[in-house]
């Protein structure tokens, strides 16, 4: 009987390898996701800081308008920040799909090499149900025309 060969065996492979590369992404994207994160509420923070600064130099104008620039500027790095960190959520969705998917091409497969060893294994079986079938009618054959002698 020969060995039980998946004819798939490569393709179930090369979807475990890009099961793999999708999980490093997916944790590169995650992590990108934090580091934007992090730099936002330290924007937040600063800017709440500036805003606190302006209330209290109310009396100084030119410190109140380069403030008032300066916080601008803040939220306009919030607001960046923000969009980059939605870009990225965008991302993160996509590959996390992909990496689905890859994960239901690969349990197809899985469940498909499993059916072919079982298969296999009925068949093999069957053989060695039919061999033991065939020594025993020669057995029984044999003594029967011993008998007869």
């Given amino acids: ?11 179930l492979s090369l979807k475990r390898s890009y099961e793999r590369m999708k999980m ?5 994207v995650k992590g990108e996701i934090s580091r934007i994160e992090d730099e936002k509420r330290k924007k937040i923070i600063e800017m709440i800081e500036e805003e606190e600064k302006f209330r209290r130099d109310m009396n100084q104008v030119h410190m109140i308008l380069h403030r008032l620039r300066y916080i601008g500027d803040l939220k306009d790095n919030v607001d960046e920040l923000e969009m980059r960190r939605r870009k990225m959520e965008e991302i993160l969705e996509e590959k ?16 498909l090499k499993e059916r072919k060893y079982r298969e296999y294994v009925l068949r093999f079986e069957r053989e060695a149900m039919n061999f033991l079938d065939d020594i025993s009618l020669r057995k029984h054959h044999f003594t029967s025309n011993e008998g007869e002698r």
């Fill in 24 to 28: 490093e992404e997916i944790s590169v």
């Fill in 96 to 111: 996390v799909r992909e990496f689905l998917e890859l994960q239901r091409e690969k349990k197809i497969y899985e469940r």
């Fill in 1 to 11: 009987m020969e060995r039980f060969k998946f004819r798939l065996e490569r393709l």
